[in-house]
């Protein structure tokens, strides 16, 4: 009974240094060919690939004229806007226009924190030589867990779009993109959210003396933003994992490479 | 303290030091403090001898609940006891040296992966400049964490990756160097009049270099005419004037560069993840005052290796240690350090040797050159610290321990004050099962107690196969769950429901597929049903609904794929909402165990919020809460006091409703009952040994003991005494001085000798420790 238990810890030990030796490397060399895939979806220098001429346009409205914008993105800025939408002030409706012109681009920071981060989970991957041996699972979910990290954040960035307060927004160096100049009481933002574009408009109303704002929004869907959501969650999913995996040894006992006694079942 | 009562908590570490994995080290200018932060968000503070480097440490300063990415004093002041800490979470932190106490914090959506303190013209004292994850420098002040201003970028703006803020000689404005990830070096001008509210600041200058995702970027302090630019893969030095390069130089095989500074015009040290040290001397052409300044590199006069530090491992590390290299002042002489915290809790630190260019030149000339080896002059660590200790660090259980004769780790704690039992569960296994007031006593009190070995009495349950990793004792948590049950999860992925009186086993739950790692008790709006269950959370990301009366499982919500974070309610429409590490939040219905929605994004955030604010409007109920020691332990993170009391009160205030409405034959339920004594396990992480807390309040205390000693007196023997006359009671009242009107009822009480209670326990402990 015994002697069942020792071959069994014995055997465990062992497919816990095949999984560190082997599998390990195999998971992050999937992991790598994931996030490179994903790389080269960005329309920004990343990782060798350089697509940060790429221009899209896209349409971003709401019915019966009340928003159009039509709008260019190059790389993760907008490089061309015209806009134009309508206003109610009390009673009274007026259309603005504004545009945003070449020299002055309106930029889409999510996109540059998205692929800064990525960079960074690949550059995790790329820091572990193809022949270097883990010692230790501690080791190894040490590197898994800034991938992790990275990639949560990166994903975090494009669907969940931070929310500013309104003054942050009308000060926001972008707004001074706007030619011409939009009136005090309007701020306009262009964000993303999951795999579409947003154009959000705001307009503040003095009510007795409270501030509040009424928004307006308008979309559009990006094809490249739904592809590298893809790229991001399989990614994601792929290194927890092998995270996982990693867990169920450090469950046991403190493994580490080496504990084991040379043994005469070794091939 | 008008209106709040005090607490007093003692902490018990136990044998075991806590894993202390070091993200980031400090060393205070006057030698006296070295902060270590850790990858799970604390910090540790060590006590330094000013002469000897001695180090001790001293407290653990809980709060962040990240990685700790860098710390930075907080003034240009020598005796202002004060540090910022910044994590991976943007959480910022003002910590008091002195007392421990954090002073302010503030989380940013921004986060930073380094801050340079920097005393500018104009200013009475330092200012953090903070760059990161952004494509801003934010410069913030250090007191109120506030944010001061931006600098922005108009020339291809990315995130900076290094800076340096410096003065050049005889000037009165401040200039910021910094690289961006993509290579692109920036300049700013400041003046010292820069606020919010002023127009952006965009660089002065600006110019494409070669280095990409740099992790430093140092102007020398003898000339500022060199700059060196490390990346990780290799270092370079770049004339300032033009931002020419001028050398470069790969790191070693298998190592890469996490950062460096200058030594001197010639010299630099260098320091990379194998947590070495290289010191090396520049080539000419990249030496201002030499005649072949500026010239191009030749191959005979390269950057040259003179001295390495290094330390043998006597630990295997699971990540590249923090290092840092620092210049103190002490009797008017400049000490240099290169400063090394590791994963296993060891600090090294190296004197950097003072070599003549004498010496230098010899070194050069040996054939082939032997730079000078040197170990660490000094090296410490939590656990060394930990085995010097004479009697070593007490723990909850040592008395058990000593006639068990070995140490088995602590690994889950409960305390019932109703009971006053502690309720351990251990490493092997084992459920130990002790009377609080007596264990304590034995901990923190000298006397003719501690000799008897027949103590405490304890009571064991055996049923685990392995770690024991946390443990509920539902009835506590509200009165509508029997008082016999106590449920505990294991390592060995089974929940197992005890009798606690009996001791006996009563039903194993084997339902999760990994190990235990959370039970808690659904709100008391639920349905009938699974007002009779607790959730229990695994390792496999599963959460099941385990009813204690059906023996089942009622709800079996597995099919995560990432490790549940957090558990939500939605009792009235029997919706259980699991939120995931990677923002992914399900939506479950707890009677038909159906999975009603999987959501994301902003979606999957609203929901969660949804749940907070209607906790919110539900705080009549407090049962229908978190656990109060969740808030409490949360509080306890956040050194926030008032969070620590409140959650107390509120943890007390359920006992005492549970109180008011149980059934009359138990005498411990009739009175209320304001504990003296909360005991609380804490570990930071889930492989540490648990410590734990006592909290002492001493207001319910007096009240204790007060209760006591009248109630021994008959009316006639108070009134002789004097001390039913008003004033009497008045100074009495006076004495205590609490502006909690309960206690001034139960005082009330007390005088008008309705209200006769049985000895408490605790008191009873601290009588025998007066005499």
């Known amino acids: ?267 | 303290m008008p209106g709040n009562s005090l607490v007093v908590p003692v902490v018990l570490w136990g044998k075991h030091p806590p894993t202390h994995c070091i993200s980031c080290i400090y060393l205070s200018k006057d030698q006296k403090t070295l902060a270590t932060g850790c990858y799970d968000g604390q910090i540790c503070l060590w006590q330094v001898h000013p002469d000897t480097l001695q180090m001790t440490p001293r407290c653990l300063l809980v709060g962040h609940t990240a990685p700790i990415l860098c710390i930075s004093k907080a003034s240009i002041l020598q005796d202002n006891n004060y540090i910022v800490s910044s994590s991976e979470a943007g959480e910022m932190c003002t910590w008091d040296l002195v007392d421990g106490r954090c002073r302010e914090h503030v989380k940013l959506p921004q986060v930073h992966t380094n801050m340079q303190a920097y005393h500018m013209s104009n200013c009475e004292d330092v200012r953090l400049f903070c760059n990161g994850y952004y494509p801003e420098i934010i410069v913030m002040d250090p007191f109120s964490l506030e944010i001061l201003f931006m600098l922005s970028s108009k020339q291809n703006p990315d995130w900076i990756s290094a800076l340096h803020v410096l003065r050049p000689c005889n000037r009165k404005d401040d200039v910021v160097l910094a690289l961006t990830t993509t290579g692109m070096v920036k300049v700013w001008t400041l003046l010292g009049h820069e606020t919010k509210h002023s127009e952006p600041i965009y660089e002065n200058e600006s110019k494409q270099i070669k280095p990409l995702n740099a992790v430093c970027i140092q102007c020398c302090p003898n000339n500022q005419r060199t700059v060196l630019v490390v990346v990780s893969k290799y270092w370079q030095v770049y004339d300032a004037g033009d931002f020419s390069i001028l050398c470069s130089y790969l790191a070693p095989r298998g190592e890469r560069w996490m950062s460096g500074d200058f030594l001197a015009a010639d010299r630099i040290i260098m320091w990379s993840d194998a947590g070495k040290g290289y010191l090396y001397k520049l080539p000419a052409n990249s030496i201002p005052d030499n005649k072949n300044f500026h010239t191009p590199s030749i191959e005979s006069d390269s950057p040259f290796l003179y001295c390495l530090l290094s330390q043998p491992d006597n630990k295997l590390l699971s990540c590249p240690p923090a290092m840092r290299f620092v210049t103190t002042r002490r009797q008017n002489k400049e000490h240099r350090y290169l400063l090394r915290g590791d994963s296993e809790g060891y600090v090294l630190v190296w004197n950097i040797p003072e070599i003549s260019p004498a010496q230098l030149h010899e070194i050069q000339n040996q054939k082939p050159p032997q730079p000078v080896q040197m170990t660490a002059t000094l090296t410490t660590s939590l656990s060394e610290a930990w085995a010097s200790m004479v009697p070593s660090p007490v723990g909850i259980l040592d008395q058990l321990e000593k006639r068990e004769g070995g140490s088995i780790k602590l690994t889950a704690s409960i305390y019932l004050p109703l009971q006053s039992r502690l309720v351990v569960g251990r490493e092997d296994g084992t459920i130990i099962i002790v009377s609080a007031t007596q264990t304590v006593m034995l901990q923190l009190l000298h006397g003719h107690h501690q000799e008897f070995n027949n103590w405490p009495p304890h009571q064991v349950l055996s049923g685990h196969g392995g770690r024991v990793n946390c443990l509920l004792y539902p009835h506590r948590e509200h009165s509508r769950y029997d008082k016999n049950h106590l449920v505990s999860g294991g390592v060995d992925f089974a929940v197992c429901l005890w009798d606690l009186y009996a001791g006996t086993l009563l039903h194993r739950f084997c339902v999760h597929a990994g190990e235990i790692t959370q039970l808690l008790v659904p709100p008391n709006n639920c349905s009938t049903r699974i007002q009779k269950c607790v959730c229990s959370v695994a390792s496999d990301h599963s959460v099941t609904l385990l009813s204690l009366t059906e023996r089942k499982c009622v709800c079996l919500a597995s099919r995560h794929l990432f490790p549940v974070t957090t558990i939500k309610w939605r009792p009235l429409d029997d919706f259980m909402i699991i939120g995931c590490s990677d923002g992914t939040v399900y939506v479950w219905q707890m009677e038909t165990g159906h999975l009603d929605r999987v959501l994301q994004g902003i979606a999957a955030e609203e929901v969660l919020y949804a749940c907070e604010e209607n906790e919110a409007t539900n705080a009549s109920s407090e049962v229908g809460l978190a656990n109060p020691a969740v808030h409490f332990f949360r509080g306890l993170r956040h050194r926030n006091l008032s969070a620590i009391r409140h959650a107390t009160q509120r943890g007390l205030h359920q006992l005492q409703q549970l109180g008011a409405h149980a059934n009359n034959d138990d005498p411990h339920m009739q009175r209320t009952h304001n504990s003296p004594l909360v005991i609380q396990g804490v570990k930071t992480n889930p492989k540490d040994a648990e410590s734990h807390i006592l909290f002492f309040d001493i207001e319910a205390l007096i009240i204790e003991l007060l209760n006591e000693e009248y109630a021994m007196m008959s009316p006639g023997s108070l009134e002789a005494a004097g001390l039913i006359a008003q004033s009497e009671y008045l100074k009495v009242a006076a004495l205590t001085q609490s502006a909690s009107p309960d206690a001034h009822k139960k005082i009330v009480e007390v005088f008008n000798g309705r209200d006769y209670c049985p000895l408490s326990k605790f008191v009873e402990m601290s009588k025998t420790s007066e005499q």
């Not at chain 1, 960005?42 to 221009?55: A, I, T, W």
């Not at chain 1, 226009?97 to 790329?126: E, F, G, M, Y």
């Open chain 1, 1 to 267: 009974m015994v002697d069942c238990e020792k071959e069994e810890a014995l055997n465990l030990q062992k497919e816990f240094e095949w999984v560190l030796h082997q599998e390990v490397h195999k998971g992050l060399e999937q992991i790598h060919q994931i996030l490179a895939e994903c790389a080269g979806r960005f329309p920004v220098r990343l990782y060798g690939h350089d697509n940060s001429s790429k221009q899209d346009k896209f349409v971003l409205s709401v019915p019966s004229d009340q928003v159009k914008c039509v709008v260019t993105l190059t790389g993760d800025s907008i490089t061309h806007a015209d806009i134009t939408f309508k206003v109610t002030r009390q009673t009274n409706t007026t259309i603005v226009r504004t545009s945003i012109q070449n020299d002055c681009p309106w930029k889409l920071q999510q996109v540059q924190d998205a692929a800064n981060h990525l960079q960074q989970a690949i550059n995790h991957i790329d820091d572990v030589g193809k022949n270097y041996k883990f010692k230790s699972s501690d080791e190894v979910l040490h590197v898994l867990g800034n991938i992790l990290g990275s990639l949560q954040r990166g994903r975090t960035s494009l669907i969940v779009p931070r929310k500013r307060p309104i003054d942050d927004l009308i000060r926001s160096l972008n707004m001074k993109s706007l030619n011409p100049n939009l009136s005090e009481d309007l701020a306009i933002s262009f964000y993303i959210q999951s795999h579409k574009l947003i154009f959000a408009i705001y307009q503040l109303t003095n009510n007795h003396g409270t501030m509040k704002y009424d928004s307006t929004h308008a979309e559009s869907s990006v094809p490249w933003l739904n592809e590298v959501l893809v790229f991001f969650t399989v990614g994601l999913q792929l290194c927890q994992q092998l995270k996982d995996k990693i867990c169920v040894f450090s469950q046991y006992k403190d493994f580490t490479v080496g504990s084991r006694p040379s043994s005469p079942h070794q091939v």
